[in-house]
């Protein structure tokens, strides 16, 4: 089956870039989802199909996908960024739908 | 506006079954896959499956094969997963997600709040 792997955990400062990355094999084939979540919530779409953002999320959120590698990048990183973060893909081979183990991101 | 609004919590004892229901409002219920993903306690995000409430077809992960049925009523538009022979490590947040679009490999843009599972004898 396919896996998505994320760093268990990223820390940046304020005002700092935050990169998080989702390695899976030629995930630049498929399209990558990347959801935030707080403790307590569920979790919130902040970038879909590689790079594109939903209505009501900042542009500081981007993301790209190429190769085996995808990258959620927050810019100008604030303290409410705090979360964590997984991506997402649909493997197109078996029709599942597959999570990357998740990246806590912590602003320093 | 879109909403997907969950049952309430549960407490099963192992071996019993569970069934969450997903009351949708302000889109089209019959257009959009509604997946189910759960959260134990401390842990990451699995997908459990997807039900198409136009067909009824499914696609169960093979982790819950034999074990999760995911139905449909399109006249009140709400989703059902049904979870048979609990054990403890089913305990988890349960949510349901509609796409953001029509296909179903499309981002999970809207989430219900989140049902909460207690599996403990």
């Known amino acids: 089956s396919y896996v998505l792997t994320q760093p268990p955990s990223v820390s940046v400062a304020p005002g700092q870039t935050a990169r998080i990355t989702c390695g899976g094999t030629?995930?630049?084939?498929?399209?990558v989802h990347w959801y935030r979540q707080k403790p307590g919530q569920a979790p919130v779409l902040v970038v879909h199909?590689?790079?594109d953002r939903p209505s009501g999320i900042p542009e500081r959120f981007s993301g790209s996908n190429s190769g085996n590698t995808a990258t959620l990048t927050i810019s100008r990183v604030e303290a409410g960024d705090e979360a964590d973060f997984y991506c997402q893909v649909w493997d197109s081979r078996s029709e599942f739908v597959v999570f990357g183990g998740g990246t806590k991101l912590t602003v320093l | 506006q879109v909403q997907l609004v969950q049952s309430g919590a549960e407490v099963k004892k192992p071996g019993a079954s569970v069934k969450v229901s997903c009351k949708t409002s302000g889109y089209s219920f019959r257009n959009y896959y509604i997946h189910w993903v759960r959260q134990a306690p401390g842990q990451g995000l699995e997908w459990m499956g997807w039900v198409n409430p136009t067909s009824g077809g499914t696609m169960i992960g093979e982790k819950f094969q034999g074990r999760v049925t995911m139905t449909t009523v399109t006249s009140v538009s709400t989703a059902y997963m049904e979870l048979t022979g609990l054990k403890s490590d089913d305990t988890a947040v349960y949510y349901c997600a509609k796409g953001l679009e029509v296909t179903v490999g499309s981002g999970f843009g809207i989430w219900g709040q989140g049902t909460v599972v207690t599996v403990s004898s």
């Open positions: 199909d590689d790079r």
């Open positions: 030629k995930i630049g084939s498929k399209s």
